[in-house]
Structure formats: C-alpha cells, structure tokens
C-alpha cells in the first residue's frame, strides 16, 4: 500500500493507503500455486481445470480470456479456451456446455458474455445451463440464490465483489456493524457485493441512478463500493474522513498522451478521495486484479470439493534433504556447481542445498513429477537431490 498523510483543519491527521489490488492479488495467485502442490504431494492426480466458452470474436472478450488462460498457466490450472464461432446455435451452446458440465476433468466453466452471435441465443438460459457447482463465476440463478439466502458454504460468489471483500480484509476493516454503502445494483457487482457485506453484518444501504441524495448516504458510510460505470459520479468531498472506498468503475476515454490511447477512470474523484479516505483502491491497478484471482481461487475450489478435499490445506513446514528422490526443475539457469533452491511447501517456503556436480541448465518449469520429463534428462544427475513433487520456485548461486 501507498501512504498518504492529510491533515485537517482540526488538526486530526489521517493516514490514507491506496490499496493496490495488483499486490493482493499476486499474493492469492502465490497462495493458489503452492496449495496445488502441496495438494499434488499426496493426491499426483490432482489438476484443476477451468474451461473458458466463447462465441464469436469479440476483441475485448479475446483481452479478457487472455489474461484468464494466462493466470492458469502460472498458477498451474489446465485451462482451456473454447472458441465458437458467431453462427453457433442455441442447441450447439447448450449440447457443448453439457458436455463441459459432465467432463470430470473440468472443475470450472465461464461462458464469456456478451455473446457475439448472429443467431439470437438467450443469453441467460445459456448461463443457467451451466452446472452450478462448475459456475465459478457465481452467475447462475442458483449460485445467486443461494449467496442471497446466505447459503455461502454451497455456492460460488462473482470474483469482482468476492475480490471486493478480500481487499477489505487487506485494509483490516471488519465490517460487522459498519455503516456500508454500495452504489450500483448490477447482478455481476452491486446485487451480490450488497449480499456478501449483509452477511458479513454489515449495516447495507444499496444506491441506485434513483436514489435522491446520493451524497448524504455516501457520506454516512464506514464503507462505500462503487459499482455504478460513470466516470467520477461518486465526489471527493462526499467521503466519510478515514473511510474505506472500493471503487469497481473502468471508465475509458480517449487520451494521445498514453501509451495505449486510453486513460482508465474510476467511478470515484480519486485525487480528492484519497484526501480523505482511510483507505482507497486506485484505477487501474485495485479491484481489476482481484477479479482474476477470485476466479483462479473458486475454481481451486471446485477442484478441492470434487476431490473431497473439505478442509483448506495446511502448510507444510518441513525440510528436504538432499537424499529425497525426485524434484521439479528451475526455471533459472543452474551455472552454479553449488547453489540454494527455494521450493514451494504450501503457505511456506524451504530451502534446500544440492551440488549439482557440474554445470547444468533448464529452460522450462515442469509441472509433472520425474522421471521421464525434460527435467529428468537435464537434471540426471542431480535426482538424488531436493524435494520430491516440488516445483523449484527460484535458484540462487552462492
């Protein structure tokens, strides 16, 4: 987080932190990566694997599917783009989507929405056709239901405002008894971030385009989430001083002076915000993040349940010897002939010492266990060493 001290008029001095929500959710993407090889230790079989459905070619679509299938390949989720093309019917989407839903190799299914089709599908009936216990993106009726039933333990909530509830935690606010603001009704942000605070017992207030007043509730609020896709709607001057402000808009506009051509703006005056507030997400670079790794987390999630995993994994903490069998290979290059490895262990980290004999290199992370890899060849001399079913997560040279 970034500090920021503001001094008022009374002389009260409030430190303002911009939560930096590419941070947080680094720290989740981590989090997922060595529970999945701790998981592998005793369970080799298990792979999570999410399954991305799209029809058509919607260029942000294919942006936003990129950075899905990305986060997969560095947490170690099989993940699987299905691409169709704009003339799919309703009955192709569905039968498609029912052979997803009875693959047991798929833990996870998000239909990329809008669909870019030219055959008038109903977009709704095709996202309930989803199996709920698959729908990692909570979109479903039933996911839905059940989140506003309070019925968390059988559902899977969206990822923007599950990510929402993540960075609250980062900034150490409880919202139990809390005044809790949210303005937008949306069914992907504001309708189930409403839900997740009440449960939460927080004291919820939902604004809408037609809420008069909006100012006096945002100015009551402990806590304010900003869903609502207007640029700056929600003042500076309206924040409650050292509140927490989530602010969920991605605004684009034309800019020469960016790289991009774009400058992203919040929902929220963020240069008189941050004046204010205890704590503040930026645009870009705060809830944007989190989205991606709620979704990586559900669908970890899912995989547990269907492996009968019920209890989150513990945390290793063990040493390897240098006597273990086998190990997964660096992604650095081993010139070294000694050198320190740090291997994943669950929340933790070990470090083990091997001598490598002679110089050795690996080009690649392997992610299946020896021998018989490209690793196992590289490294042949070497398999006496480190930590059996690791992934080697960095190599120092002494």
């Known amino acids: 987080t970034l500090l920021y001290t503001i001094k008022f008029e009374s002389g009260e001095i409030v430190m303002a932190k911009v939560i930096k929500g590419t941070q947080v959710a680094k720290k989740v993407r981590h989090a997922l990566r060595d529970e999945i090889l701790e998981i592998q230790e005793e369970k080799p079989e298990f792979q999570p694997g999410l399954t991305v459905v799209q029809v058509g070619d919607r260029p942000d679509s294919n942006v936003y599917i990129g950075a899905k299938v990305k986060a997969c390949e560095e947490i170690g989720i099989h993940g699987v783009h299905v691409k169709l093309p704009p003339e799919t019917t309703q009955e192709e989407l569905l039968e498609k989507i029912g052979e997803l839903n009875q693959d047991p190799a798929v833990h996870g ?6 669909l ?3 055959t008038g599908i109903d977009e709704s009936l095709a996202m309930n056709a989803l199996s709920p216990s698959k729908d990692v993106d909570g979109l479903t009726d039933i996911n839905a239901g059940r989140l506003a039933r309070g019925d968390l333990k059988r559902c899977f909530t969206p990822c923007t405002p599950t990510g929402c509830m993540v960075l609250l935690e980062e900034a150490g606010m409880d919202v139990k008894g809390k005044n809790v603001c949210v303005v937008g009704r949306s069914k992907i942000v504001g309708a189930p971030m409403h839900d997740l605070l009440l449960w939460a017992h927080g004291t919820v207030t939902t604004c809408h385009s037609r809420t008069p007043d909006l100012s006096y509730h945002i100015k009551q609020a402990d ?3 900003v869903a609502a896709g207007k640029k700056e709607l929600v003042k500076g001057d ?5 509140s927490v402000v989530i602010d969920c808009g991605i605004n684009p506009e034309p800019d020469a002076t960016k790289k991009s051509g774009v400058k992203l703006w919040g929902d929220v005056e963020y240069p008189v915000a941050k004046q204010v507030a205890g704590y503040i997400t930026p645009v870009p670079g705060g809830v944007g993040p989190m989205t991606v790794a709620l979704l990586m987390r ?3 999630t899912s995989a547990k349940r269907m492996h009968g995993i019920t209890n989150p994994s513990k945390p290793l903490r063990r040493s390897y010897s240098t006597s273990s069998a086998a190990w997964r290979a660096p992604h650095l290059s081993l010139g070294a002939t000694r050198s320190t490895a740090q291997f994943s262990t669950g929340a933790t980290r070990s470090t083990a010492q091997f001598s490598t004999g002679e110089p050795a290199s690996c080009t690649g992370v392997y992610s299946k266990p020896l021998p018989g890899s490209p690793a196992s060849r590289t490294f042949s001399n ?3 060493l480190a930590a059996a079913g690791l992934r080697c997560l960095r190599v120092m040279k002494k």
Request: glycine share 4%; net charge positive.
């Open 382 to 384: 070497t398999t006496r």
């Open 223 to 225: 806590v304010v989430v």
């Open 109 to 114: 299914i998000i239909l990329q929405v809008p």
């Open 298 to 300: 559900n669908t970890v």
């Open 116 to 118: 870019d089709c030219t």
């Open 238 to 242: 309206w924040i409650k001083p050292g």
